[in-house]
């Protein structure tokens, strides 16, 4: 065990940019996991509100890791492959050398955290607000359809010319029974 982390030191010692995607991920997990348990076990907020609370915070973080991932990723795999082929060049730096190495992995570095700006401040708002959006509408017209009552033709009438809503008669409550063989 003890080798192992001394490869993984040894590995982000010579790759920031790696060792920055990675604790910024494993960053985000965490502090996803911790506002879940947080409104988990909050006493002051009602199970409805959990049921929905807990989801979105779980989808929360995947999409905030999910796109830094996509994001940051390219960023940095396309800027090494740019220096490495010589479309970035460092004047009077060898490419062999020491410095040209350290602008590289500044260079990926630079890459990591334009990847973490744009896709967590930027693209994982839009997201989750779209995303947010569709759910909470489809919530919405879940409780509307739960609030109406189920309509039962047999056992409650419905008059046409009650359609604004004009007060009802006893005649026409004693049409609807006769239709129906009823006795009132």
Known sequence: MANFGQKMVA?????NANFLFITAAVGWFLASAAQTFGILTNKKIDKDDKKFLIPQE???GAVNIGLYALITTPLINGTEKLINNDVITFKNIKKDSIEFDRLRGGAKVLASLVGAVVSCNVLTPLVRNKLGSIAQRKELKQKVQ?????????YQPFFQKNTLRTPLKMNDYITFTKQRGLKI
């Open 58 to 60: 779980i989808f929360d």
């Open 11 to 15: 590995k982000f010692a010579n790759d």
């Open 146 to 154: 739960m609030q109406q009552p189920s309509y039962d033709p047999y």
